[in-house]
């Protein structure tokens, strides 16, 4: 088939499948479909000259003789609109892709029972070791490995498009309370790019990296984040409306899953998401231009896309209008998520990822850049002084919580209602609805010194780990906020 036809046809496919994705009813045969396409982006991909993770590298079994010291059973099947592992037995039972944990060093038995008349297998790389197909409903295979590396480790199903329709899930060896101290992912509040202003229109180079990392998400508890450039949120990206921007994404070579980006920005099929679904190793480049003005998120959008985007994997880009934004004399940049995790809020140890808590939608945290209680802290809280305007672009994430965005003790002075830039702005407004997927920018003049509070006014969520502080420097202004009755300022009761 010539190359140009072979695209149109995907394209018209990418559409169906996002349609049948969209009302969540995926038969067999719908499955099918979508393993076509996946396949015709293999051939793609191989015409174009990139390797592909489903072409099996070359591998070295470390096979075993010994009884197994753990043993867990899989079943491939599919969960709503994506093909999954489902956990069989033991305290993986019923749990969609579950990490499973095993001690290094020992003899580890995983089962695969295919779930569906659909051909699928099960593979980890790194210990050399895959079932082979099952091509059967409910015909099972075991495989048997020396688990005698530390780390984590992807097990996945090779079948070309399964494994981006969500068949993979994580072996961890080690103990979980070796890995309870890890690296922080928190994007510092204050750390974005300064105003473009009143510059001609240019061509803008974004650099993108999907990076996994084990990050630190309260005290004692770490959980396996997914970002971009390591921090949530990832990089502000800053332009003006007429830029070119060029974005390059890359995965790193030590990723276990495909990612992406899509960008709200984007006038175009998958917000870019259809030109950069990109294999751990690869990168993946495309333009565009920004034609509208407004302050947008971008996230992940690779199956399950609520998974990358509940671990981690959103931002912010500023489209800034002609001529730039009015003059504040500070600007943060804060975005809100939510963490899935099997354990309880307050757990301690690495934390296991929940597939099932996210389709149900009970987080066990709610965070403001990635972490509990993460911008209280002193390294991350926001700090201005008396007298100066703030912005704050205020994005969520979610995947699926609206925020009640409020700062306790202050009133919003200008809203720009949805990230809208060219809408009026509102004024004067004590608390803002951000709905998942969306950004809004709000300013305001700071007029009395103290601590002031950023919550979700759905404040459940603050004792899950939601909460900011902006630390205000300055002289006190009895006239406008004081102790004690109003009596001590007569001039003002004539
Ligand atoms: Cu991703």
Known sequence: MPAKKQLALLVSL??????????????????????????????????????????????????????????FTLRADQDGSSLVFIGVGGEIDGIVNPSLNVELGAVVEITLINGMPVEHDLRIDEFGVETGSLKQLNEQRTIKFLADEQGSFSYYCTLPGHRIAGMQGLLIVGSPSQAAEAVSVVKNPAD??????????????????????TG?????????????????????????????????????????????????????????????QTQPGESKVFTFQALTPGIFVYHCA?????????????????????????????????????????????????????????????????????????????????????????????????????SSFHVIGEIFDTVYP???????????????????????????????????ILVDHALSRLERGLVGLLYVEGEANPAIFTEGPATQYPARLK
């Open 418 to 452: 949805f990230g809208s830039f060219t809408s009026p702005p509102l004024t004067d407004v004590q608390t803002i609805n951000v709905n998942p997927g969306a950004a809004w920018a709000v300013e305001f003049d700071l007029d009395v010194p103290g601590t002031y």
């Open 14 to 71: 990418l559409a169906i499948t996002a349609l049948l994705s969209a009302c969540g009813l995926m038969t067999t045969e719908e499955w099918t479909l979508r393993a076509t396409m996946s396949s015709m982006q293999d051939q793609m991909n191989t015409m174009a000259g990139a390797s592909s993770a489903d072409t099996n590298p070359q591998i070295e079994p470390r096979s075993v003789a010994e009884a197994a010291d753990v043993s």
């Open 302 to 402: 690779t199956p399950s896309v609520a998974h990358h985007i509940a671990n981690g994997m959103y931002g912010l880009i500023l489209i800034e209008p002609e001529g730039g934004l009015p003059p504040v004399d500070r600007e943060f940049y804060v975005m809100q998520g939510e963490i899935y995790t099997e354990e309880a809020q307050g757990s301690q140890g690495n934390l296991t990822f929940s597939h099932e808590k996210m389709l149900n939608e009970t987080p066990e945290w709610f965070t403001f850049n990635g972490a509990a209680s993460a911008l209280a802290s002193d390294e991350n809280a926001l700090y201005a002084k008396v007298g100066e305007r703030v912005r704050i672009f205020m994005g969520v994430g979610g995947p699926n919580f609206t």
């Open 216 to 276: 630190q998400l309260d005290d004692g508890a770490t959980f396996s984040y997914f970002t971009f450039n390591g921090s949530i949120p990832g990089p502000f990206i800053r332009a003006r409306v007429g830029d070119t921007i060029e974005i390059t994404l890359t995965n790193e070579t030590e990723s276990a899953f495909v990612h992406s980006v899509d960008l709200h920005a984007v006038n175009g099929p998958g917000g870019g998401a259809v030109y950069n």
């Open 192 to 213: 974005l790019p300064a105003p473009i202003g009143a510059r001609a229109p240019e061509v803008v180079k974004v650099e993108l990296i999907a990076r996994e990392v």
